[in-house]
């Protein structure tokens, strides 16, 4: 007979605690030397940039080099990415997560509880209702709110647009479209809502993009003009969807005109906040979103200005009952009827089945420092913003785009040339991105190249920000 033993000493090994204990130790120790380091020394490399080709070829042929010690690959991992802890990280909008959120991912992993079904995810149900209850407080929904986490903005604005296409025309879930469906949005909104639109057989026409202004905000006087010309069309419009705020700009829309005008037709008004809707937990900022409680829907990204790992969203809702009624359908081997308010039953809700215990990581956040830590980081990112335009407004060699900025987000760009000035600014990223110091992005508005800081990480100086202008003026020089 075969020694079985020996045939499965892998799995025996795979599950072994004591080989767990002693790889955890090592690698939590040099998570925080990593951190410490990237934190202490700003003049380490942000972003050790390798083209693509050979970074696949750097892991191709480490996986055929047999290893006994996982740490080396762990560290090797480290060296390969990109630091979104380092003070001069301020590029796009993920956070640099808070260390016990990160820290609360290991116990999510190991227990994985799949909270589709209560039974599966006992705790992270009962978390979920507690921060979404939270966050529905703070919205300011008081009649019977209910929310809960998912994977992301993304498929977050595609289930808030999901459930106002089931409360406006609820036949649709059965017998599919017969007529045309329509949303409106700002022409600034996060490109996942014209996404979701077509996901959800609306085509680019059933998206209905409102101009924005000066401020890229959208016109709310124009907003009337569009939906009468969209049901002269033929259009029934079931959802207007507000900005809170713009990927780009970062630009508030003025979500009490919009949740009038909303009301005013019997439109599902729904509130993209995955960027700024952390904002309600600041007394000093959370004017920008003043008429969020009129939403039915409301986004809010967890992994964004709320210091948590990717990816975790809130998805919340006004009325309970419309949560609940998204999807209808019977799945009998999770639970017996799908329209009860069972918020224990995950999975009834969410887009995903199974899903991991994310909401730990926010828990964790909460019970550690409270709310403050909430309004801290947001009050910090948001400061220090507009210190950075105030720098890039005193120096002559750059403009900033928008000289009233509302969030996190700076656009501005290099302007003591005589080159074309898209040409330039590019090829000013380009250069700054493989030099590695600091890591930001570029965005075109209107046509135009801007340079574009997030300012993400609360750790990040203005002693940082003067280094970035400094350093570009140095690129510039050379060109
Ligand atoms: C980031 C962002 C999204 C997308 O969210 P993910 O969590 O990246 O899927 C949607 N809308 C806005 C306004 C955003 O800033």
Excluded at 316 to 327: E, L, P, R, S, W
């Amino acid at each position: 007979m075969e020694d079985t033993s020996i045939q499965y000493n892998l799995l025996k090994k795979a599950f072994d605690p004591a080989e767990f204990r002693k790889q955890g130790h090592t690698l939590v120790d040099m998570i925080a030397d990593y951190i410490e380091s990237v934190q202490n020394d700003p003049t380490q490399k942000v972003l050790p940039y390798q083209e693509p080709e050979d970074m696949h070829k750097i892991w191709k042929e480490d996986l055929q080099t047999p290893s006994s010690d996982i740490s080396e690959t762990f560290k090797k991992i480290i060296d390969h990415s990109i630091h979104v802890h380092h003070p001069r990280y301020i590029g796009h909008q993920v956070t640099s997560p808070a260390l016990i959120a990160s820290l609360s991912g290991l116990l999510s992993d190991v227990l994985n509880n799949g909270s589709a079904v209560y039974e599966m995810g006992m705790t992270a149900n009962a978390m979920e209702k507690i921060i979404t209850d939270l966050l529905a407080d703070k919205i300011g929904f008081d009649e019977d709110p209910s929310g809960f986490i998912t994977s992301g903005g993304t498929l977050a604005n595609l289930t808030a647009l999901l459930a106002a296409r089931r409360e406006k025309v609820p036949t649709v879930w059965q017998y599919g479209y017969q007529e045309k469906l329509a949303v409106m949005v700002s022409e600034e909104a996060h490109y996942c809502i014209d996404r979701a639109a077509r996901i959800l057989g609306m085509g680019e026409e059933g998206v209905i993009k409102i101009p924005v202004d000066e401020q890229f905000k959208i016109k709310t006087d124009v907003l009337e003009s569009h939906y009468q010309n969209a049901v002269d069309n033929g259009y029934k419009v079931i959802a207007i969807v507000g900005c809170s705020c713009s990927t780009s700009t970062g630009s508030y829309d003025d979500l009490e005109a919009i949740g009038h005008f909303a009301s005013r037709h019997n439109l599902w008004f729904h509130v993209d906040g995955a960027h700024g809707g952390a904002v309600i937990f600041s007394e000093k900022y959370k004017h920008l979103v003043k008429g969020i409680d009129q939403a039915d829907s409301v986004v809010i990204d967890f992994h964004k200005m709320m210091m948590t790992p990717s990816l975790n969203t809130a998805l919340v809702f006004k009325n309970a009952k419309t949560t609940y009624q998204t999807f209808v359908q019977k799945a009998h081997y999770l639970w017996d009827e799908q329209e009860t308010k069972e918020w224990y039953n995950g999975g009834k809700r969410t887009f995903e089945c199974t899903k991991g215990m994310m909401i730990i990581k926010v828990y964790s956040l909460l019970k550690s420092y409270g709310t403050k830590i909430f309004e801290q980081n947001i009050n910090a990112l948001h400061d220090i913003s507009k210190d950075f335009v105030a720098e890039i407004k005193s120096n002559a060699n750059f403009e900033v785009r928008l000289e009233q900025i509302s969030s996190n987000i700076v656009n501005f760009r290099y302007i003591n040339t005589d080159i074309n000035l898209n040409d330039i600014n590019n090829r000013l990223r380009e250069l700054l991105i493989k030099s590695g110091k600091f890591y930001i992005v570029q965005t075109r508005i209107k046509d135009e190249v801007f340079l574009r800081v997030t300012i993400i990480n609360p750790l990040t100086t203005m002693d940082d920000l003067k280094a970035l202008l400094q350093e570009i003026e140095q690129i510039a020089e050379t060109l």
